[in-house]
């Protein structure tokens, strides 16, 4: 599970070795320039991977396919990031959990 500011949260769920899936995905569409990336914890934000750029898009609770590089293995991430690129802050983030 995520959440923060701008009415964002959500869950994501690690679907198979090269895919992720934000389901229930929500957000305002007032938040400046979007994104969802992902990385380490003990790493800088503005360092991860971005999946995908959202903009201000709004969102009410959808389910958003989010394909990883092929470079990016299970080990290489454990945070899920919406990310403000227009002022380089967090807008919402959780942790995966190991099943």
Do not use: H
């Not at 229930?24 to 999946?51: E, H, W, Y």
């Not at 709004?58 to 990031?81: E, H, I, K, Y």
Request: proline residues 4%; charged residues 20%; contains cysteine.
């Amino acid at each position: 599970m995520f959440s923060g500011s701008y009415g964002v949260s959500g869950k994501a769920t690690i679907v198979s070795g090269g895919l992720v899936r934000a389901t229930d995905f929500r957000a305002s569409g007032t938040a400046p320039g979007m994104d969802i990336r992902i990385g380490r914890s003990a790493s800088p934000r503005k360092d991860f991977t971005v999946l995908r750029v959202l903009g201000r898009q709004s969102f009410g609770g959808a389910s958003l396919d989010l394909t990883l590089p092929v470079a990016l293995d299970l080990n290489g991430f454990d945070t899920f990031t919406v990310w403000c690129y227009e002022f380089n802050v967090i807008i919402a983030e959780g942790r995966f959990r190991k099943p």
